[in-house]
């Protein structure tokens, strides 16, 4: 029988993390958040049907993770994409907190768990 730690690290997961310097309000964070989703599950469908539909099929499991800076954000990305991870970059329209163009998180996945935390498993939670 397998232990916590195997079923936690079956399946597939999404992440989407958050730029902590940005100090967006709760509602604001979770926007971003779900227009990562939504543009991660998109491009996903299209590249890698396999995995949405295995990650739809178990729940659609997502984690919000944050990290200090843009520069960690982007070396997270390069750290994702040598992994073959998909990726995508949500960027503010600039109508309410932050200015135009403001990358303010970076989506990963969905693929499977294990792939996915051994880029962001040292990440804190939003």
């Not at 949405?52 to 659609?60: F, I, K, T």
């Not at 982007?74 to 109508?95: I, S, Y």
Request: a positive charge.
């Amino acid at each position: 029988m397998p232990g916590k730690r195997a079923a936690r690290d079956a399946g597939y997961k999404m992440v989407v993390v958050l730029r902590g310097e940005l100090r967006l309000t709760a509602g604001k964070a979770a926007v971003q958040v779900a227009h990562a989703a939504v543009l991660l599950t998109l491009a996903g469908q299209s590249h890698r049907p396999e995995a949405v539909a295995a990650w739809l099929r178990e729940g659609g499991k997502k984690i919000a993770l944050v990290v200090p800076t843009l520069v960690d954000l982007e070396q997270l990305d390069r750290a994702a994409r040598a992994r073959g991870l998909p990726t995508v970059w949500v960027e503010d329209a600039g109508m309410t907190e932050v200015p135009a163009g403001t990358r303010t998180c970076l989506g990963i996945g969905p693929s499977a768990v294990a792939e996915v935390d051994a880029v962001t498993g040292a990440l804190d939670l939003y």
